[in-house]
């Protein structure tokens, strides 16, 4: 969950808790202080009821009947007098207690006081109420504007919480998006400060602008330092070499050394594939070339078919080109070449003998999908995971195999926002998929 | 010792490089091919001398110590009246450089480090396109070589090689009496690729086949397999 639908949810949920709570009290606390104050009342009117008492209002009282009953015109008091049987009693003890009592045929809900007393030697019973009808009702007012104020509360609250967390979080998503998501070249990362008054999100923005400087740095250094040391050791390369062919040309060369010269050549030779593969990748990854071609992808792959002729006829290798679409890619067209001559290299490097490879594509989405599929000696999965790093390479008769190829291959892809997938299979195979992606390098799709 | 029917004999050439060691190689190695060799270390001295003489090749290296060959390459160009050839050796690497060193004039282009053997070919190969040779056949025991139209005939017999074929045989007739390795005429026939495979023997393959062809019209025992090395034509 984001964190700005948290904070909303639990600003939300304290309110209502804050609220509920204060509805409860208020409710129980007024029910209490009411009781109270009727009781006390009910006492007052008790007390003065007894101080008023004597025996000719007792006998006016009881004239006629055994019981007396008085109560207003609104029927919001009453009392009661009998006379019961005898008991000596020494004190009087007043009971409180919330009943339903029926007067003139009107039923209501009162708070009663009900003791005993001797008079006279005769011992009568005093019941005196009040209705507790209107606390009920302001109870139930209080309940209805609880219920109302909790929901007008807590959808306005949870508005301008949303609002709120909204303009609050906004520079860390901000954050979140420009500088951590959409980063996958140090070197194009935007320095901009993005503009908060929240402290956190600042000391935030500065940390990862700095941490992108360090590491940007270090990135730049590396490629620097492969593309010095490239052109440095190629200059000694190029005099060895020299040095080495006009040696060839003396006359009293024995066979022998003759041999170890042309062992040296050869390695030299190597040593200069390596250098211009680590150049290559370097200058891929430092932008040093332009994506503006427009490269028809089969195209590419039948020139590829016919350089690399000599290869396939060599082991047997029957190569299937099915493509299905015709695309057009706005990309570096010599660039796409080597990735896909590479590949393709790799197919056959690693191919059996009469072995074959397909080559389909297909649209995935707006996508277009490349794979190219061989019957080689494939990978197990952790050899899958290092296929692409420099200088991996596979166990392979091969003796001039550098471990730079998929490396190439993946500097370009990534130049050019091409997806690389790898499935393989130990001793069966290796798709190879390129996914180009549309956003990247417009196709254009003519069937 | 001559080359290309003494077509090259008394051709000259201007070397910049500021790296004296391989000055002193690449001039070696042209002499030896009859080239009349010149130094220049610095931007102002090739100035001097592009000035004093004209040259048929300029082998123009782009990092100097006192400026940009590209420079040096638009002075030259600015000159009226100059067939001098200019063929671009560095070791920059730039991506550009070699685009742009055609845009601006230069005849071709050597990234280093280069095979002197592949040097000379291109140096030919801009003679004969520059030139337009009238006798641009080469006689070897019988055999005819036709450079211009890429073809190879014995007496009035065309023999049908494929382009690869040609090229092989071409290379190593300009390069004879001199071994030449597979992977330089792997190099040199498949050009500079990543990763090219020079154990392979699909070289051999094509040499095989182009042996084959050629000895159904005379015996070729001037074709030399050089044990595990590469081959050799001998005059």
Known sequence: MKLQFKLTVYNTVTKLAIILCTAVVILFSLE????????????DKKNEFLRHLSSTTVKDLLQQQDTFIDYNILKDDYIILKEVKYEPINTVIDTF?????????????????SCKFNYNKKTYFLEVGNTIDAVEQVKETIKSYTLFILIAALTLTLFIDLIFTKYLLNPLYKIIDTKLIRVNDPLNYDYQKISTSTQDFNLLDDSINTLMRKISQMFLLEKQFIANVS??????ISIITSRLENILA?????????????????TLNRLKSIINSLLLISQVENNQFNKADQVNLSEVLHEIQEELEDRIEDKGIKLNQKLKHHITITANRALIHTMLYNVINNAIKYNRLNGHIDI???LDGSDYVLEITDTGVGMANEQIQRAFERFEKLDTDERESFGLGLAIVKSIAAFHNIAIGITSIKDAGTTISLKFNQLSTSHNLHK | MATFEGVTDFMN??????EKSLALE???YLSREGFTVEHARTCKTAEEKMFVNNYDF??????????DGFDLLKTLKKMSNREDAVIVLTARGEVDDRVRGLEEGADDYLPKPFSLNELLARMHAITRRKHKLESNEVNLKGFKINIQNRTVCHGEERINLTKKEFEIFNYLVLNKNRVISRTNLTEHVWGDVLEINSDSNFVDVHVKNLRKKLSQYAPIDWFETVRSIGYRINI
Not at chain 1, 99 to 104: F, G, N
């Open chain 1, 231 to 236: 052109h440095e050791l190629l200059t000694p």
């Open chain 1, 32 to 43: 209490k202080i009411s009781y109270h104050h009727i009781s006390l009342r009910l006492e």
């Open chain 1, 360 to 362: 389909t594509d297909s």
């Open chain 1, 250 to 266: 003396y006359e009293t060369l024995s066979e022998d050394a003759e041999n170890k010269i042309f062992g040296s050549l050869k």
């Open chain 1, 97 to 113: 207690s919330t009943a339903q009592r029926t007067i003139d045929r009107t039923t209501e809900t009162y708070r009663i006081l």
């Open chain 2, 13 to 18: 050439v201007l070397i910049v490089e500021d």
């Open chain 2, 58 to 67: 300029i082998l123009l290296d782009l990092g100097l110590p006192d400026g």
């Open chain 2, 26 to 28: 690449i001039d070696e």
